[in-house]
């Protein structure tokens, strides 16, 4: 199977910085897309950045020119850097990945999630 592992979570002030990291393990053939997802609590899980194996990149409007994706192809890594932080962030953020197994499967992967709380 494919596994993600997410880290680089925690407690900030407003106008803080984190960066989440999330790397893929298992039996990978190759990884498409990679995103980071977030779930404020009473609220629908929503994307918030994704990037494909050649580097294109999206974002969602609340967060565009205060966050960044990026990705390692050779390490199966994609961190997403968190720069001027607001409470409205909070929330718990999810890595997903759309990978090959290399049973020549397609699964699409969560992580288990990683806490981001931002104090006013």
């Known amino acids: 199977q494919v596994q993600l592992v997410e880290s680089g979570g925690g407690l900030v002030q407003a106008g803080g910085s984190l960066r989440l990291s999330c790397v893929a393990s298992?039996?990978?053939?190759?990884?498409?897309?990679m995103g980071w997802y977030r779930q404020a609590p009473g609220k629908q899980r929503e994307l918030v950045a994704a990037i494909t194996s050649g580097g294109s990149t999206n974002y969602a409007a609340s967060v565009k020119g205060r966050f960044t994706i990026s990705r390692d192809n050779a390490e199966n890594t994609v961190f997403l850097q968190m720069n001027s932080l607001k409470p409205e962030d909070t929330a718990v953020y999810y890595c997903?990945?759309?990978?090959?197994?290399?049973?020549?499967?397609?699964?699409?992967?969560w992580g288990q999630g990683t806490l981001v709380t931002v104090s006013s």
């Open positions: 298992g039996s990978i053939f190759s990884i498409n897309r």
């Open positions: 997903n990945a759309n990978t090959v197994h290399q049973s020549g499967r397609y699964l699409a992967v």
